[in-house]
């Protein structure tokens, strides 16, 4: 599999319901990243784990990572239709700076009011 | 303003033609990118830059060029483009990971671009 796969490909959910997106990846990692993108824009960064933290929250958001199993999950809690977008995950190895940095396919969320 | 303005947003071109998309910053950030992002492959890097005088081939730098005309800003060229150029192009930009100890990058809202 791909280096920062995420799974699923794609999600529907209704409004208020929690959203879980996972990704795993193959190498050492310096940190991990989410990024979420709006149909046809950039991309945004939303949270960033260092290899050393196992959780991390933003407002809505929660990651967590297990480097053990080289994955990490993003939780949207209560989500409303605007979180619909795709979600990557990217990670940036030890090796070396942001330009060795790795995406994933994305997940595409529908969040259905 | 947007930190990071990408021009055109769209361009329609033909087979054959040489086109460059602009990108310019306001983060004050050396690092500079170029993703070209296809359904189904997420981002691929094609060249970046981490000042004036260093620039580097990507995954994919065949057909591109680059140039960084300064810290604030790194076009990218496509000498003579095909159809299967065609893609949605991102600039990004990342500060120095040894000073400010992160690597999140910050990107534009992207071009999209057709070779017909």
């Known amino acids: 599999s791909q280096q920062g796969e995420e799974d699923p490909q794609a999600l529907s959910i209704q409004e208020g319901e929690n959203a879980t997106m996972n990704c795993s990846y193959k190498?050492?990692?310096?940190?991990l990243q989410w990024y979420r993108q709006n149909s046809g824009r950039g991309l945004v960064h939303l949270i960033l784990?260092?290899?050393?933290?196992r959780e991390k929250h933003s407002g809505r958001l929660r990651v967590t990572l297990d480097t053990s199993k080289k994955s990490s999950s993003l939780l949207i809690t209560a989500s409303r239709a605007a979180d619909t977008a795709s979600y990557f995950c990217?990670?940036?190895?030890?090796?070396?700076?942001?330009?060795?940095?790795?995406f994933g396919t994305g997940t595409k969320l529908q969040v259905i009011p | 303003d947007a930190d990071v303005t990408q021009t055109p947003r769209n361009r329609i071109t033909k087979t054959g033609k040489r086109i460059m998309l602009e990108c310019s910053q306001t983060?004050?950030?050396?690092?500079m990118y170029w993703y070209r992002q296809d359904p189904g492959l997420g981002l691929r890097l094609i060249y970046y830059?981490?000042?004036?005088?260093?620039?580097n081939k990507g995954e994919i730098s065949d057909g591109y060029s680059v140039s960084r005309q300064a810290q604030a800003k790194f076009s990218l060229s496509l000498e003579s483009a095909i159809p299967n150029q065609t893609a949605l192009y991102f600039c990004?930009?990342?500060?120095?990971?040894?000073?400010?100890?992160?690597?999140?990058?910050?990107f534009g809202q992207g071009t999209r671009l057709t070779v017909v």
């Open positions: 784990i260092r290899s050393n933290e």
């Open positions: 830059s981490f000042d004036v005088k260093d620039i």
């Open positions: 990004a930009t990342s500060g120095n990971r040894d000073r400010d100890g992160s690597t999140e990058a910050f």
């Open positions: 990217a990670t940036v190895p030890n090796s070396g700076g942001y330009q060795k940095v790795t």
């Open positions: 190498t050492s990692i310096n940190n």
């Open positions: 983060k004050g950030h050396d690092r």
